[in-house]
């Protein structure tokens, strides 16, 4: 793999930091400068600052998104989630929650687990609570349900169930881009309220907002089985 992917990999810091640190002259690959977006074997002898990549310990995270938290780690971007988490190891979220939306989201430095987790042909499970702008009908759960034509195609059928009259829970197998509201509006309504409640086997119970938690040895050992 590349070696930037490498050491983001490793939990040793982003991609991005890791081309600073290259430009920097910084890592050596079998006792030559490494370049920019190269590739790299994990029996090939590789050095920053004239030492082996540090181990560090994986950090597992489930925190509680507010609206207005922008998951990115751009510094440049104000209300980023690192600079809210204030964590202070190198993690990064696995994942998207847009800014108007709250809720569960996962933060790592594991990025062979992160990449697991959003491969969604693994069809892992993502939970919402989702309360719209009015009231619908029973077409409307049917409809979302079957999956519904956005731009890109048609989404994939889903589990939905009606809590009230404008308040429905949502089981997603997919992570398209603003998927669920997309999909509302295509049936005439706007969202209001977004809320992520379960990512596989880890839920928000108990996590109020604006908090986080560390996963347990549990938790993380289900996720690493998915």
Same mark, same amino acid.
């Given at each position: 793999?590349?070696?930037n992917?490498?050491?983001?990999?490793? *939990?040793?810091?982003?991609?991005?930091? /890791?081309?600073?640190?290259?430009?920097?002259?910084?890592?050596?690959?079998?006792?030559?400068?490494?370049?920019?977006?190269?590739? +790299?074997?994990?029996?090939?002898? &590789? @050095?920053?600052?004239?030492?082996?990549?540090?181990?560090?310990?994986? +950090?597992?995270?489930?925190?509680?998104?507010? +609206?207005?938290?922008?998951?990115? /780690?751009?510094?440049?971007?104000? =209300?980023?989630?690192?600079?809210?988490?204030?964590?202070?190891?190198?993690?990064?979220? +696995? !994942?998207?929650?847009?800014?108007?939306?709250? !809720?569960?989201?996962?933060?790592?430095?594991? %990025?062979? @687990?992160?990449?697991k987790?959003?491969?969604?042909?693994?069809?892992?499970?993502?939970?919402?609570?989702?309360i719209?702008?009015?009231?619908?009908?029973d077409?409307?759960?049917?409809?979302? *349900?079957?999956?519904?034509?956005?731009? *890109? *195609?048609?989404?994939?059928?889903?589990? &939905?169930?009606r809590? =009230?009259?404008?308040?429905?829970?949502?089981?997603?197998?997919?992570?398209? =881009?603003?998927?669920?509201?997309?999909?509302?509006?295509?049936? %005439?309504?706007?969202?209001?309220?977004?809320?992520?409640?379960?990512?596989?086997?880890?839920k928000?119970? %108990?996590?109020?907002? %604006?908090?986080?938690?560390? @996963?347990?040895?549990?938790?993380?050992?289900?996720?690493?089985?998915?």
């Open positions: 793999m590349r070696i992917k490498l050491l983001s990999n490793l *939990g040793f810091c982003s991609r991005r930091e /890791a081309n600073r640190i290259i430009e920097d002259n910084r890592i050596t690959v079998n006792g030559k400068k490494c370049i920019q977006g190269q590739w +790299v074997e994990k029996t090939d002898t &590789i @050095l920053i600052d004239n030492a082996p990549i540090p181990v560090r310990d994986k +950090v597992y995270i489930v925190l509680n998104k507010p +609206v207005g938290i922008i998951c990115t /780690a751009e510094d440049k971007v104000e =209300n980023n989630i690192i600079k809210f988490l204030g964590y202070k190891e190198y993690i990064f979220p +696995v !994942g998207r929650l847009d800014k108007e939306s709250e !809720g569960l989201i996962l933060m790592t430095n594991d %990025g062979e @687990l992160a990449n987790i959003l491969e969604s042909q693994n069809e892992h499970e993502k939970e919402y609570i989702v719209l702008d009015k009231p619908f009908d077409c409307f759960i049917e409809g979302m *349900g079957k999956g519904v034509e956005i731009t *890109g *195609g048609k989404t994939k059928p889903c589990k &939905i169930k809590i =009230n009259d404008d308040t429905f829970s949502i089981i997603l197998t997919q992570g398209l =881009n603003r998927q669920i509201r997309r999909m509302s509006k295509t049936f %005439g309504y706007r969202v209001i309220k977004l809320k992520r409640i379960r990512i596989v086997n880890i928000i119970d %108990g996590i109020e907002t %604006g908090e986080w938690r560390k @996963l347990t040895e549990k938790e993380v050992e289900k996720l690493r089985n998915l």
